[in-house]
């Protein structure tokens, strides 16, 4: 009696293969799936001036109708570490002996915050802000304060600094005050304006040590207008 050789009637099933993408004329097939993680080149490192030491320093900027820094900006120098309420001999106006500083951390923030557009602004009110996607300047006539702390690194010497608080002012639709609200890590400003984080060492490069007060030394009155 003849036997039969059984057959496996069952398709075999097959992972369809990874489609290419579309080949470009000169270019080479590339593979599907995700791109590779490009590494950043390192930016260039800055020495710190023989007498520098390691503080912070609060910079408060306004931006214009047009969402974009305007050219006047304070940057306050504090002796040890940052207290708002700190004694007057304690703190320096950076305006007053070392102004090219102050140009440098100027134009830097306001690169990082810069944007071509001139249609699409973030909110003002920082509530309204939750959510926003997309790129787009500054709130318009908004005031900033941004401390940061600048410091070096004893490898090798480089200067360090780093965006480290945000703060906004802000007006009380309730009592028509205006106060100074910290934003939130996740705030679209405040991601912003910490971008300048790697740039900002820059402006340090020929930072001035604050002037030495004299014992006895008090604030100069300013003059009124008027």
């Given at each position: ?20 993408a579309?080949?470009?004329k ?26 520098f030491?390691?503080?912070f ?7 214009e109708?047009d969402g ?21 001999k304690?703190?320096f106006d ?26 699409k ?83 340090f ?22």
């Amino acid at each position: 009696m003849a036997t039969q050789k059984s057959v496996n009637t069952r398709a075999v099933s097959k992972k369809p293969a990874p489609k290419e993408a579309p080949v470009r004329k000169g270019f080479p097939a590339r593979k599907a799936g995700a791109a590779p993680a490009r590494k950043r080149k390192p930016l260039p490192t800055y020495k710190a001036p023989a007498d520098f030491k390691p503080h912070f320093l609060l910079v408060q900027v306004t931006t214009e109708a047009d969402g974009l820094i305007a050219s006047k900006v304070k940057a306050v120098r504090y002796v040890g570490r940052f207290d708002r309420d700190v004694e007057d001999k304690k703190k320096f106006d950076m305006a007053g002996y070392d102004m090219q500083t102050v140009v440098g951390i100027a134009s830097r923030l306001g690169g990082v915050t810069y944007k071509a557009t001139n249609e699409k602004k973030f909110p003002l009110s920082p509530a309204e802000r939750v959510g926003f996607k997309g790129a787009a300047r500054l709130p318009a006539k908004a005031t900033f304060q941004i401390l940061i702390r600048v410091g070096r690194k004893a490898a090798d010497n480089s200067l360090t600094a780093g965006v480290k608080q945000v703060w906004q002012a802000v007006t009380s639709a309730k009592t028509g005050r205006t106060g100074l609200k910290e934003l939130e890590k996740t705030d679209v400003c405040y991601r912003a304006f910490r971008k300048a984080s790697r740039f900002l060492p820059a402006a340090f490069s020929n930072v001035q040590m604050p002037p030495k007060r004299t014992r006895g030394w008090k604030p100069e009155a300013e003059d009124d207008e008027g």
